[in-house]
């Protein structure tokens, strides 16, 4: 059983930053960040695999970064320029695909954008 424990939410201005990060219980392949605002479904974010590789929704391109740390089984998502609309409960799962979630889910993590 993999154990994922995010870190790094909060509330922030729009045009600010936050750094989300997330460590693994073990070593894990495909990694990314899942977000849900309320009334909506969950979505991608974005995802990276063990090479590298990334994928993100179009609504952060050029605004977040993906990266990890395989020495430390851990994902970051650097947020940057953020907008109300980012409000959400980001989660970081772990196990999937570029385009697909895995099995495995943290408990996630609160990100406010006020205007």
């Known amino acids: 059983q993999v154990q994922l424990v995010e870190s790094g939410g909060g509330l922030v201005q729009a045009g600010g930053s936050l750094r989300l990060s997330c460590a693994a219980s073990?070593?894990?392949?495909?990694m990314g960040w899942y977000r849900q605002a309320p009334g909506k479904q969950r979505e991608l974010v974005a995802t990276i695999t063990s090479t590298g590789r990334t994928n993100y929704a179009d609504s952060v391109k050029g605004r977040f970064t993906i990266s990890r740390d395989n020495t430390k089984n851990t994902v970051y998502l650097q947020m940057n320029n953020l907008k109300p609309e980012d409000t959400a409960l980001y989660y970081c799962?772990?196990?999937?695909?570029?385009?697909?979630?895995?099995?495995?889910w943290g408990q996630g993590t609160q990100v406010t954008v006020s205007s």
């Open positions: 073990g070593s894990i392949f495909g």
């Open positions: 799962n772990a196990g999937g695909t570029t385009m697909t979630a895995g099995l495995y």
